[in-house]
Each structure stands twice: as C-alpha cells, then as structure tokens.
C-alpha cells in the first residue's frame, strides 16, 4: 500500500488474467478478470488503460478499490506491468489468447510442451528455435516473429512511460500517438507531451523530464519553463510578456536563479524561432522587448495587417442610402434615432467598421436594418457570432441564420476549412458580441474574409474580455484607425428594464440602490426584474474565531496554548470565559462571547459575530447567503416564475462556499440527487448524473463543442462510461467517449467570464466580500446584463459598492492597438 501523489492511498493487485471481458481498441480501456495470487480460486474485476491486454498474462497493478453501483467491487488501476507467466497454464493461455499471430491454443500448448520453463527465453532469444516444434515451418516462423517483435515493442514502451510516472490512460494515448518511436520521442523532449496532450500539463512533463535525468538548470527544462510561462499568459489574456515578467515567473517556476544566462537563452530561442520579439512602448517608456509565443505573434500581425488593409471608404450614394432608410421606416411603423441612422448609412459605406454600445441602446434595430439595407442593394450577407446561444439570439432577432464563427469556418481535421485560399462566399460579414473574440480566434476569421468583403464587429467594449489572449474590440476601438459608431441613447422600452438602468448606472460608477423582495415581498408578483436578497456568509477569519472561543469552552486549559500561538493581532484581554481571559481581535471587540457559546446553529453563530444584521438580511429568516442561492433555485422562483424556467447562477470565483465548485456540489444535490437506478459517472471530485446541466470547458473541434458551450445530460452508459449531452439553445446530442468526459463540468453555477456571449432567462449574481479579488465593476455589468427577464443579487451591498466603485486596472499586454496606429513594421 503506497500514497500517491495526488493523497490517494494506493493499494497493489498482482494475479493472472483469466478473460479479456471488454476492450476498447480506441483508447485502451479494459475490464478484465483476473485470479489474484493470493485467492487462487476467487476473481476480481480490473478496470484499466492499456494498448492490448491478453488471458493469460500475469500482471501487478496498483490503483484503488470502488464499488461500482450496479456492477459492484472493481479495482481501478493506475498502473499495469507485465511480469514473466506464473505457471505453465498460464504460459499456454497467454501464448495461445491471440497474443501472436499465427499461434492458436493448439500450437501454444506444443510449443510450452516442447520448451517448458525455457519457452520465453527461447521467444525473447532464440524464437529461430521455434521450427523445432512439429507444424512451424520457416513461413509461419517469420509471422510469428514478426508479431512477437510488434508486442515486445508495445509492453517496452508501455513499462518505459509507466516507470516515469505516466499513467494507463496517458501511456496508451502516447503509444497511439507516437508508436515505437515514443521512448525515444518521451527521451528526446518530455516536454512535448505538454503540447501534445490535454490533460499533461508542464508539470507533469517536467516531472517526466528530471525521472529520465534531466539536471534542474538543463536549458532544455529552462526554455521548456519560458514557453510554459508564456503560454500562461494567455490565461490572463495577455499576448506578450516582458523580460522581467519572463524573468520573475519562470525563476519562481522552476526554482532556479535566472538572472545570468536569461538573456543568452532567449535570444537562442529567438534565433531558433521558438519565440518571437517585437519592441513595443509601454508606459510611456523607451521600446523594450516583448515576447511572444509564434502562433500568438502571428496571429496578431495578421489581425492589424488585414484591419489597416480595409480602412478606406467603399463607393455608396449616400443620398440614396438615406432616402432607401426613410422609406423603410415608414413602411414598417418603426422610428431610428439619429445616432442608428447614422450608423446604418456609416457601416454601408466602410469596408471595416464596429457598431458599439450599451445594453438598451439599439444595436440590434440598428443591425436588423443594415441586414434588409445590404440586402436591398442586392449583396449577401453572413451573420455571425462567438457562442452557439449568441448565434441563436441574433438569429431570432434578426430573422436570418446566424452560425458560431466556428462552424461558419468549419473545422476539419485540425483546421479550419475557410481560410485564405478557400474564403467564405459573401458581400457583407456581420459579427455580433466581439467583446469575446480573442486574438487567435480573430485572425481565423479574417483570413476567411474574401478581400472585397465588408465587416463591421458589433459589441460593448465595456463587457468583460475574451477568455483567451488579446483585447480585439476594445484595441480596435481605441486605436481611432477604424471608423467607429457609437450608440449612448437608451430607448424608451429599455429605460423601463431596472436591469438594462442599473446596468447603464454600474458602468458609470453609480452604485443602484435596488429593492428586496423581504423589504417588498410583492415584488415578486409585479415582476420586478432586478431585485438584490441581503445575505450573508461566515467568513473564514469568522469561523476561526468561533472556533477558537468555542474550544476555549469546551476546554479551558486550550487558554494556555492560545496565548502563545494566537493568529489574531493588535487585540484586548477580555474577562472571558469562567474567568479565563481571552485575547480578543479588534474586529471582534463587539461579539458578546457568552451569545457565540450559547449559539446552537451556524445562523445564531453568525449573527452573534456580526456588527449588524441588515433588516431584510436573509439571516433573519434562518438562511445564510448559500441557503438563499439554493432556495431561489429550487423553490422561490420556480414559485413565481414557473419550474420549466432557466435558472443560471453567475459567480465571481471558482472556490468558496459562493464558487463554482461549491455551489454546483450544493445544487446538484437539492435538485438532481442520487436515488436507487440513477446512472451516473464519478470523474476524479466532479459527479455526473442524468439530468444534469453541464458546460464544455475547452474547445473541441472534432466533436464540435467549444469553450463554454451548456447542455444537459440525456444518457449515461455505465458499462462503456460515456454519456449524451444536449445542448443548448438548438438540442444538438453529443456523445462523449471516456476520455472526453473530463472536458465537461457541472454548470448550475458558472464564473460570469464563462458566461460570456450568452443570455439566461433568470440570473442569480452571489456577491459577498469573499470574494473581493474579483469584485471589478465590468464584471458586475457583464453578470447583470446576462439577464433577460430577471436577475437576483445576493450577498451584501458593501460588496456590490466595492465592485461598482472597482475599476479593472489590470492591463492586458497587446499590441493591436500600437500596430493598428502605426506603419506595421515586425
């Protein structure tokens, strides 16, 4: 029994493999049955990752025991090596399963027969041997050894990668990705199994990389490090970085002292073109260098090269355009303000243009009508956008297919069909909800784009970023190289939405003050569409210090202890407890210690710490913020709104008991438990269970899902462990194999950068303090206006004043904006 590193205990199972029960050729996944050697006459079944497995073969694994719901005790393993077959029995099976080609049962058992103990020796080196048993002739002799050598290079490899840490599921993709070329390729460059396959990230290749013996300042290991720092990067949203940003998180990553040596190593990485270098003005400052991974520097050449390249006016009569508005209007009994009919007879007159603005404002009246004018004029027209659920919103309200820019492209082993040599077929490309487009994303779509082809990007700069690298629409936007409309007027109907005007208030700094539904309990009933629940959550600074006082209780002695090891500072002695002082935090100098001691539940607890409790806090009523979210889910509104309604929770942050994972863990548990007959599948911590509502966390090009895309789980397949999602807004059913099933979450509770693009019936936004590293005024707004009929805050208003009042500061590092402001030079 071993602990592993991930803080599993791991136990070992050595024994024979009587039957090969079930073996996906795909990805390795077995079940077999195995004789342990220690219950000769007892079986157990093996669930493991291997490249081909055979009755017969004695095996050690090692892995942990579960109990499977309907098909009970397994052992999952993590690792499966090969020994030399244990009996003779054995040796004939293993030999006779199929194992090598051209020996059957029969001629297994003449061959053990012949050679007895000797028999694999003579395989491994001797097999010419073999003509000495009766029925080998030299033509059988050549198939055999040929299968034999097939299967000694595939056990070798698999017993190299799992002796370096790799997993069975990992080894047997490598293998099927490499061949018998992977020890060497794995020797070569262990880091390349970052790149190659989702799931190894850095850390593991690196692990791989020291268990061969590469030495820690190896400059393989070190510009491994550099590109791995870079391509983090991008989880920020950034392009480049600097050398002192280089300099810093790769020292602090691989623990090593770059200073001397950084400098040379770069500039051979520069000279190899692993990375590329632009010199760029930050701050103000004198050009310095920036760096980039090849595929993001590329990318964002490409983008301003191609924007600079549209900048021009296109031939139109204006006058006609304008008359052709009018009549428009008068036929359809709609009225345009002046800032949408300018824009409409702008955009047809540019080659590259951005339509901007608020929520409320008309940007899509505003594109409805460009769409008919363009038509008008007798010229095609492709709509477009980043999400599956932004296309269908902008289909619905346009009257036109609209496609994900993904499938507008269309992805085809491992590249985009529409590109330069291959562009779409249209006059006019229409692209909503830009905000979202990152940089790489961007120059897909562009290199699509016929050169006589108009673009206009629609979008509210003043929403979150993209997920990925680059900061397109806002770069575009402040560059003042393109023309640019903007829509500020709020319509009438819009004004009447609180969401749309607390939306509009938040972006300009005003802190809303918005109405409780304790407060005015009809609220609900008048559908009032934007409504804030006060509510509150322990803390963990809180839960320490009841804790603490708590203990001091029970035992008077922990007295002594605390005085020498006390967490809090700057505090009073206090009388105390059955005459025991106690030091006290200045936070805590007004919490009446003998109301903590006599708390009996988490709500008295909390209510005995806090300086006040809000009036229409939830406390009052027995529920602390995390309740509440899980009562607005299941019951409240479902009440008033109806249970077939879509109900998303949007948070901040993926830990804390308001998180992500938390919150998903809470809900999945009040409205989609596990009864007897559920099929579900366990994938390390996360649960899945039919019915469940789930999110795709990364783009997957060959089942066609992407980053953020949501559905539901129709079926599960406990035997094959895959399962259906359906998902949202068009019912489209996608099967996931094993492996794939990792790409998904659970997704009652997303983050609201996740959210990105996408519109939901009903909202709940948890904002508590906890959550104070992420609290930023843009990320309010986004949540906010992700809600198309109603949109519930809860936490505490302090919190929502510290985001309004927040104001992002954190610069993404792109060049788009420079490049597109100057002559393009590198």
């Excluded at 396959?197 to 510009?223: C, E, H, N, T, W």
Aim: positive net charge; charged residues 20%.
């Amino acid at each position: 029994m071993q602990l592993s590193h991930t803080g599993v205990i791991e136990e070992s199972l050595q024994g024979i493999v009587e039957r090969v029960t079930f073996h996906n050729a795909d990805n390795g996944w077995s079940i077999l049955r195995v004789t342990p050697f220690g219950n000769p006459q007892g079986h157990e079944t093996v669930i493991v990752h291997q490249t081909k497995v055979f009755a017969g073969a004695t095996m050690a694994f090692t892995g942990t025991w579960t109990v499977h719901p309907k098909f009970g005790r397994q052992f999952q393993a993590t690792t499966a090596q090969e020994k030399k077959p244990a009996t003779t029995a054995a040796l004939e099976k293993y030999i006779g399963s199929g194992l090598i080609k051209g020996v059957g049962p029969k001629t297994a058992k003449k061959i053990v027969r012949h050679f007895n103990d000797q028999t694999l020796d003579v395989f491994e080196q001797s097999i010419e041997r073999l003509t000495e048993v009766p029925g080998i002739a030299r033509k059988r002799l050549k198939t055999i050894e040929k299968a034999w050598i097939e299967h000694r290079a595939i056990r070798n490899v698999m017993m190299f990668l799992q002796s370096h840490g790799i997993s069975t599921l990992f080894a047997v993709k490598i293998y099927k990705l490499y061949g018998d070329s992977a020890i060497d390729t794995v020797s070569r460059d262990p880091y390349q199994l970052a790149n190659d396959f989702y799931g190894i990230g850095f850390f593991s290749a690196d692990k791989v990389a020291l268990s061969i013996g590469l030495s820690l300042d190896s400059p393989q290991r070190i510009m491994a490090g550099i590109e791995h720092v870079l391509a983090a990067g991008r989880n920020f949203g950034h392009c480049f970085l600097t050398f002192s940003q280089i300099n810093q998180q790769a020292s602090e990553l691989l623990q090593l002292d770059l200073t001397h040596g950084l400098t040379r190593l770069l500039d051979q990485m520069e000279q190899d073109r692993l990375v590329m270098v632009r010199h760029l003005v930050i701050d103000n400052k004198v050009a310095e260098p920036c760096y980039y991974s090849r595929s993001l520097y590329f990318d964002e050449r490409y983008v301003a090269k191609r924007v600079k390249a549209s900048i021009g006016p296109c031939p139109v009569d204006r006058q006609r355009v304008t008359a052709w508005i009018h009549r428009y209007c008068r036929v359809n009994a709609m009225e345009l303000s002046l800032e949408q009919a300018a824009s409409v007879e702008g955009i047809v007159g540019e080659p590259f243009s951005v339509l901007t603005g608020g929520p409320g404002c008309g940007k899509t009246t505003t594109t409805r009508v460009l769409v008919e004018l363009i038509r008008a004029m007798g010229r095609s027209v492709l709509l477009a956008a980043p999400t599956g659920r932004a296309a269908q919103r902008m289909e619905e309200l346009i009257g036109q297919e609209a496609k994900t820019i993904h499938r507008l492209l269309g992805w085809q082993n491992g590249s985009f069909r529409k590109n330069e040599k291959s562009p779409l077929d249209c006059d006019f490309l229409i692209v909503d909800e830009c905000s979202m487009l990152d940089i790489t994303l961007t120059a897909s779509l562009l290199k699509a784009v016929p050169a006589a082809c108009q673009v206009v990007f629609i979008g509210d700069s003043d929403q979150l970023p993209s997920v990925g690298a680059g900061n397109v629409l806002k770069d575009i936007i402040a560059s003042n190289s393109v023309a640019c409309f903007r829509l500020t007027e709020i319509f009438r109907q819009a004004r009447e939405s609180l969401i749309i005007k607390y939306a509009h208030k938040i972006n300009q700094g005003e802190i809303p003050w918005i109405e409780s539904p304790f407060k005015r309990p009809d609220a609900w009933q008048q559908r009032v569409d934007c409504l804030f629940v006060d509510a509150d959550e322990a803390t963990r600074e809180q839960l320490t210090f009841i804790n603490r006082v708590k203990r001091l209780v029970d035992d008077p002695r922990e007295n002594q202890t605390s005085r020498v090891s006390n967490p809090f500072e700057f505090g009073v002695n206090d009388p105390g407890l059955h005459g025991n002082p106690i030091t006290i935090p200045k936070k805590f100098q007004h919490v009446d210690l003998q109301q903590v001691c006599g708390a009996k539940t988490e709500i008295e607890e909390l209510k005995a710490v806090l300086k006040k409790v809000h009036p229409w806090s939830s406390l009052r009523y027995g529920y602390t913020a995390l309740d509440t979210v899980k009562m607005l889910f299941q019951h409240w509104i479902p009440k008033y709104y109806g249970s077939s309604s879509e109900i998303q929770i949007l948070t901040p942050m993926t830990r804390g008991t308001l998180g992500t994972i938390n919150l998903n863990r809470v809900i999945q548990a009040a409205v989609n438990p596990l009864t007897h007959g559920t099929a579900q599948l366990k994938v390390g911590e996360r649960i899945f269970r039919v019915g469940d509502r789930v999110i795709h966390r990364k783009n997957n090009y060959d089942l066609g899902v992407f980053n953020g895309d949501i559905g539901r789980i129709v079926s599960i397949d406990n035997v094959e462990l895959t399962c259906v999602v359906s998902f949202f807004p068009d019912g489209r059913e996608v099967i996931y194999q094993k492996e794939e099933v990792i790409e998904l979450d659970l997704a009652y509770a997303v983050t609201i950068h996740k959210s990105q693009g996408s519109e939901f019936e009903i909202v709940i936004i948890p904002v508590m303090t906890q959550h104070y590293k992420m609290l930023f005024r843009n990320l309010i707004y986004t949540g906010l206006t992700r809600a198309r009929t109603l949109a519930l805050f809860v936490g505490t208003r302090k919190a929502l004043a510290m985001a309004v009042m927040n104001q992002d500061t954190g610069q993404r590092q792109t060049a788009l904006e420079q490049l597109l402001a100057q002559p393009l030079l590198n």
